[in-house]
Structure formats: C-alpha cells, structure tokens
C-alpha cells in the first residue's frame, strides 16, 4: 500500500480468499476434534464437565471465524492508518455480550455467554466491513504496472502461524496443569489474568499498534537509526503506562478482587487465591506489554528466526515453572511461571538486535525509564502505606483514596521531570499549542 494502493489491495484480495479458506478448515477440525481438544485441555476435568466444555468449544469455534476475519480487516485498517474503526470493535464485542447476558443471562446460563460472545465477535466484524469496502472501491481500481506482493505474504505465513501456535501453548499448558490441581484453580487464574489483561488491552495494545506503522516504514526505508528511535518511543510509552500498572495492581490485588469479583459464591477463600495469583501476574506485566511491541518490530524487520528462538525458550520455562511451582504455590506458582515466560522472551528478543541497535534502544530509553522507575516506587511506597493505615475501612474506601492520591503522585512527578514520551502523547491527543513539540518520525 504504500508504494502502490491498487496492488495492495489485489495482494489483499488473493490473501484474504486463502486465509478465509483456512480459518474455516480450522473451524470445521475444531468442530470435530471438539472432545480431543477437551481432554487436552483439561486433563483434570470432573467427566460431569467435560461435555459441557465441548459444546462451549464448538459453539466458539463459530465465532473464531468471524474474530479471525475481524482481524484481518483490523489489520488492513491499521496498516492504512486507520486505528479507531479497528479500537470499536472490543467495545462492540463486549457491549453485545452483556446485552445478551441481561436478555437472557437467568434462563440460558451459561449458554447465554457463549451466544452472546459468538454475536459479538460477528458484530465487532461487521463494523468494519463498509469502511473496508469503501476504501476499496475508491482505490482497487487505479491503473498500476506494480505486480501484487501474494508470494512475499505467504512466504512469511508458514512461520508466523508457527509463532501464533507457540504463542497460545503457554496457556494450554497452564490450563492443563491448573486443572489437575485443588477446585477452581483454573477459574482462579482466569479471573487473575482478566484483571492482568485490563491495561494491555485499554492501553499497550493500542501503543503496539500504532507503532507498528512507523517500525515497518522505517525497516522499509533501511534506517536502522529510525527505527531504533521509533522502538524505544513505542517502549517508553508502553512501560510509561505498564510498570506503574503492575505496581498498583500487585498492591491493591486484595481489595480489588474483593471490590469486583468477592459476590455470590466467589467468596472470600477464592478472593484470596485470586488476589494471590494476581500479583505473581504483577510480576510479568510490564514485560508482557513489551513483548508486543519488541514482536511487532521484529515482524517489521521481517525477522522470522528471534520470535521463534524466543517463543521455544518462553514455553520450556513456562511448562518446567508450572510442573515445578504449582506443586508448591498451587495457581500462584502458574502465575509465576507465566511471568518467568514473559521475561524470556522478552530477553530472548533483545539479545537478538545487532549490538549498535541494542546501544541506541537503551540510550533513547534510559532517562525516561529511570524517570518512571523513580515516580513508581514513590507511588508504590504511599499506597502501601495508605493501606495499611486504611486496612479497615470498607472495600471502596481502600481502593479509592490510596488510588486516587498514588496516581497523582505518578502525575506529578511525570509534569516535573517531562519525559519525551508525555511530549509525544500530548501531541498525539491534540493538547500542544508549541509546533516543536511534535515528536518526530511517528505516523501515529
């Protein structure tokens, strides 16, 4: 698309009819291999449960389709430069489940979150489809010599389905292992990881994203320099937002669980064991958001050797931590190995850049880094202190007040010390009045 739009989207049309065939063979083998699968994936499981997962893994199998094919519109949209139609389809998907759920929530059970995340994701498909075509119809028809780019795309596919199998074993493996343990275990690490979830996706993902543009044009361009700028600004940001997440959710696991999920029969045993978890969660975090940004830049560069490298190391940790951590820490010791996965790969990918690339990452990197280390240990430290203080007040009282006042410490001490990466976000959101502070080279 960028040299030639008609040939992009003739690359689109031939790749797309191939993906489309191949999300449906999958569908279809998952359909199939439904009871296969269950006892995969929960080798543990009461036979009671098992055909209840099944029909669940069927149902959703369905609405694979439709996410796959949602995302690959969201792909062409962002690779357009167009990230807010892409962004409406979580909230469309989230919004049609919870009207499912109040419909019919009492008299399907759990059936009704399983229809109401198969609409969802056909919803959150749809909302991009017109904008998809319309673009096309105003592009796909210009005149153009330029042959389209369908063998350079599948030459690339065979690995990175490799990586996206790799990517999803981890969780396999965790459920796997939880499912062998004390009851609930598996719901315990999936409440932990919704929660661990919430600013990847409100946050990181979108940074991810948007810097994916940039990384690819600079790779394009074979400008070392840019793209090393452009990664460490697509890194500052992500830990500018991650670190300090992860402090405040490790701190405050306790009474948020209680505040979101400590109701009917999620009791207060269960808050524990997934507060627990929680912040071993915590530990990963920052590392978790990274890794999309460092994999997106290796796509970019068109690296296919280091995401491979880095995810075989990243599962051997991780299966070795569950096999070893679980029988000592129970769900928490999953949680553990997890983050341990994270880090290796994160290493991994690093240890991978040309030593000059390495050096010029950590240059562009180390104040503002330092700068948000500093403002996070003074906001760790006033909430634990607030904590305790306040350990007896109801549950809300506990969250709100050491919330609200370690978040206007991080706040303060980011105005004080103006990293480049708040010159690049008030840029971004329309809120500077100075024509220099625009940060340079980002399409964002």
């Not at 892409?86 to 919004?95: D, R, T």
């Not at 056909?122 to 028809?141: C, D, H, N, R």
């Amino acid at each position: 698309w960028q040299k030639d739009r008609a040939a992009g989207w003739r690359t689109m049309r031939s790749v797309g009819s191939g993906y489309l065939g191949i999300v449906i063979a999958v569908a279809a083998g998952v359909v199939v291999g439904a009871p296969l699968l269950t006892h995969v994936l929960g080798p543990g499981l009461p036979p009671s449960t098992r055909p209840l997962v099944t029909q669940l893994i069927r149902a959703f199998s369905v609405g694979f389709v439709f996410w796959a094919m949602y995302s690959a519109l969201a792909g062409v949209l962002n690779s357009r430069k167009t990230f807010i139609v892409p962004a409406c389809g979580p909230i469309m998907l989230n919004a049609t489940i919870l009207v499912v759920l109040l419909v019919a929530g009492r008299r399907l059970g759990i059936a009704a979150l399983a229809l109401g995340t198969v609409l969802g994701m056909f919803m959150q498909f749809l909302i991009q489809v017109p904008f998809v075509i319309g673009s096309w119809a105003k592009e796909s028809s210009e005149v153009t010599t330029t042959p389209g780019g369908q063998k350079r795309v599948w030459a690339m596919v065979g690995p990175l389905l490799l990586f996206g199998l790799l990517s999803q074993a981890p969780t396999v493996v965790d459920k796997a292992v939880a499912s062998g343990l004390a009851q609930g275990s598996v719901s315990v690490l999936a409440f932990a990881q919704k929660l661990m979830s919430l600013p990847i996706g409100l946050f990181v993902g979108a940074v991810a994203t948007v810097f994916y543009t940039s990384l690819s044009e600079a790779w394009a361009r074979k400008d070392p320099s840019a793209a090393a700028d452009e990664l460490a600004l697509a890194m500052g940001v992500t830990l500018l937002l991650a670190i300090p997440a992860a402090v405040g959710l490790a701190v405050l696991s306790h009474p948020i669980v209680q505040f979101v999920f400590q109701h009917g029969r999620f009791d207060a045993v269960a808050a524990a064991l997934t507060s627990h978890a929680l912040v071993f969660y915590c530990l990963g975090l920052p590392l978790v958001a990274v890794n999309l940004v460092l994999l997106r830049n290796a796509y970019a560069s068109e690296d296919i050797v280091s995401p491979l490298r880095g995810y075989v190391a990243a599962l051997i940790v991780n299966a070795a931590g569950d096999w070893i951590l679980s029988r000592v820490m129970g769900p928490a010791g999953i949680a553990l190995a997890s983050s341990l996965g994270a880090i290796t790969l994160a290493l991994s990918l690093i240890l991978s850049w040309d030593g000059h690339f390495r050096i010029a990452v950590g240059r562009a990197l180390r104040n503002s880094l330092s700068t948000v280390l500093v403002g996070t240990a003074l906001m760790g430290g006033m909430v634990v202190v607030l904590s305790s203080v306040l350990g007896r007040r109801p549950v809300w009282f506990q969250l709100l007040v050491p919330g609200v006042l370690g978040l206007a410490v991080y706040v303060l001490m980011l105005a004080v010390t103006r990293p480049r990466e708040i010159g690049l976000l008030v840029a971004k959101a329309g809120l500077s009045t100075e024509p220099g502070r625009a940060v340079r080279r980002t399409s964002a």
